[in-house]
């Protein structure tokens, strides 16, 4: 690879269809270059509706643009297979959501173990690591508790941990802050910049500028369009 | 696989009530499918068994057609006359038995009324078996002698040794027979020539002909039938083999269990729909949850590799409770028949392939049910899944 960018924009384009005959469209990013350097930790702000979240799934692979290209690590997004995308975000992207989104029937371990199961690592070595990032993300004592027992900031620490158990090279959080008190929401932080420490590159959605303050570098987008562009 | 299978064991332990009635849904197609199959079984094991003990050497003389006439004494229809001694010169037939079934009026203990009354030739008991509860079967030529089914005999307060009076003449009760396969406990049995005496008639209902050792079995049958035609000139009685009444029998119940199983089918299916119902409800209400396992990293094919197991292990946990409560049934079944109608009439037993079947099946509707619910799952798209509220 000959540039340092895990993940790269060039002027994308996201349209929504929606409504009967899905005819009313939704210009959700309307040509958007950026390019994400390896290691960086990068906070995406803007208004609500203004398509943060839309290319944080672009950068994460879960959807592929309308127009333009997305490259991960080099490779045109719209050319890979679903298969293809899906063993990308198993194996190189983490997810983190604002609403935690853990497995309601798996227990916090089970949760951890999720994305290892779907990457066939084997149990024993799956256990093993799961507990480690339970360890890690100070939850060892919660291994067997479901989503519904365990407080909003314990889930999202399951959910860090999850992102984490394949060891991604990305790690995207779509305002990981959002539902949880400032307190609980630091530990998180501290969680996501202890990643970044570790070598991941991690993009936060955040309107939190606590989180803004810690990034390498914080992007303003508004109406689907980058604003701003400052590196801290 | 194995973990996927546990994540689906998860989500149906998550809902328990609903997967429970849906896998009752499946259960009670199973256990009828079941029941109604291996009681199928059950007769033709308990057919299969009758033959077998009258032998493969016996050629039976009936009237008219097959079919109208074999399954017990009841079901005689029309008596005949038939030449024995010509007969008997037949090539290749050895032993003749001749029994006739008629109704009579019997006076015993201070009761009396009508009564099923088989009149047999000495050696009928060489034929088949009856089992005998007290005293003893006829010898060859014997007359004025009746052996009392148990029924009859405990009704009339009579055992061996007792008299009782046949059209009002008396007969000297020599055993008591419990019921089998061919015999009710209601019915007396007397020698051929004492019923056809009282009936005033040379008639019998059917002729068992055992055929000579080295002859060959269907060729003596087509010998005895041609004599038949010849003799009476008109083809008014039936001659078949052992084997072939068996066959026709084991046929008629086979239509018989593949009708009734047929028709638990239906029930079967409409298990499926219920479970298709609940699989689509779960990956509705898991829209987001399947969202999210995709931003993990789930491909399309494991996400509907979790639903279809999901619906197959409760097609599969109906399969193996209405296996195990349709064989009790028949096994309750075969018991109340044996108390009802006598031993012989149903044999206990399921075979391991209805179980197999049942079980492979049962998984079968649950995982073709899920097949759609499972294809939806798969093709949710992530970001529209983790939008879902
Ligand atoms: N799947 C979709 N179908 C239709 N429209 C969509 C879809 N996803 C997003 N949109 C629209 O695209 C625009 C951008 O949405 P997006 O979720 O990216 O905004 P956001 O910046 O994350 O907002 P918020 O801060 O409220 O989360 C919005 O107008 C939204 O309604
Ligand atoms: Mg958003």
């Known amino acids: 690879m000959t540039d340092d960018h895990i993940v790269k924009l060039e002027a994308v384009w996201k349209v929504y269809r929606m409504g009967r005959r899905r005819r009313i469209e939704v210009e959700a990013l309307r040509g958007v270059d950026l390019g994400v350097a390896r290691g960086e930790f ?15 799934h672009l950068m994460g692979c879960l959807d592929r643009p309308t127009k333009g290209r997305v490259l991960f690590e080099g490779e045109d997004v719209s050319a890979l297979r679903a298969t293809a995308l899906a063993r990308i975000r198993n194996r190189r992207v983490g997810f983190v959501f604002q609403s935690f989104n853990l497995s309601p029937t798996l227990s916090a371990l089970g949760n951890v173990e999720l994305p290892m199961i779907f990457a066939g690592v084997p149990r024993r070595e799956r256990l093993r690591r799961a507990r480690e990032l339970l360890a890690r993300v100070g939850l060892t004592e919660r291994e067997r508790h479901l989503p519904a027992e365990l407080s909003g900031g314990e889930q999202q620490r399951v959910a860090i941990a999850r992102a984490l158990a394949n060891s991604p090279d990305l790690l995207l959080a779509d305002e990981p802050t959002g539902n949880l008190d400032s307190e609980t929401g630091r530990g998180v932080l501290s969680l996501l910049s202890g990643s970044n420490a570790d070598g991941v590159t991690v993009v936060v959605v955040t309107h939190d500028p606590e989180v803004a303050g810690i990034a390498h570098r914080v992007l303003r987008i508004r109406d689907g369009r980058i604003v701003e562009d400052t590196d801290a | 696989m194995l973990d996927l299978f546990g994540i689906a064991v998860r989500g149906l332990l998550h809902r328990k009530k609903r997967s429970w009635l849906t896998i009752v849904g499946i259960l009670i197609g199973i256990t009828a499918v079941v029941a109604l199959v291996s009681l199928g079984e059950s007769m033709q094991r308990a057919v299969k068994r009758s033959f077998e003990e009258l032998g493969y050497d016996v050629v039976m003389i009936l009237p008219g057609e097959l079919g109208g006439g074999f399954g017990g004494p009841g079901s005689f229809s029309t008596p005949f006359e038939i ?17 006739n079934f008629q109704s009579v009026y019997v006076k015993a203990g201070g009761k009396e009324g009508f009564l099923d009354a088989l009149g047999v030739s000495g050696n009928i008991f060489s034929f088949f078996k009856v089992e005998m509860v007290e005293g003893r079967g006829f010898t060859e030529g014997e007359r004025g002698a009746a052996i009392l089914g148990r029924e009859v005999a405990t009704e009339l307060g009579i055992g061996a040794g007792g ?33 056809q005496e009282l009936t005033g008639t040379r008639a019998v209902t059917m002729v068992l002909v055992r055929v000579a050792p080295g002859y060959d079995v269907s060729e003596t049958a087509k010998r005895i039938e041609d004599f038949l ?20 029998v084991q046929r008629a119940l086979g239509i018989l269990g593949a009708f009734l199983g047929g028709i638990a089918g239906i029930a079967l299916l409409v298990g499926g729909i219920g479970v298709m119902n609940t699989m689509y409800t779960a990956v509705l209400e898991r829209t987001r949850e399947i969202g999210v396992m995709k931003a993990v990293g789930a491909r399309n094919s494991q996400i509907a590799l979790i639903f279809l197991l999901e619906s197959g292990l409760m097609g599969l946990a109906g399969g193996i409770l209405g296996t195990g409560i349709g064989s009790s049934l028949n096994f309750i079944a075969v018991f109340a028949a044996k108390r009802a109608l006598g031993t012989g009439v149903l044999e206990y037993g399921i075979s391991w392939w209805l179980v197999l079947g049942a079980l492979g099946f049962s998984f079968l509707v649950g995982a073709v049910a899920g097949l759609l619910p499972a294809r939806a799952a798969a093709r949710l798209d992530p970001v529209e899944a983790l939008r879902y509220e």
């Open chain 2, 229 to 248: 035609r010849r003799s009476r000139g008109r083809r008014d009685l039936s001659v078949q083999t052992m084997e072939e009444v068996h066959e026709v």
């Open chain 1, 42 to 56: 990068l906070a995406v702000t803007g208004p609500s509706g203004s398509g943060k979240s839309t290319l944080l």
């Open chain 2, 83 to 99: 030449d024995v001694d010509a007969l008997s010169t037949v090539e290749g037939v050895g032993e003749i038995g001749l029994l």
């Open chain 2, 163 to 195: 008299t009782v009076l046949i059209e009002d003449r008396p007969f000297a009760v020599v055993g008591v027979y419990s019921a089998d396969s061919r015999l009710d406990e209601d019915a007396i049995i007397i020698p051929l020539a004492d019923l």
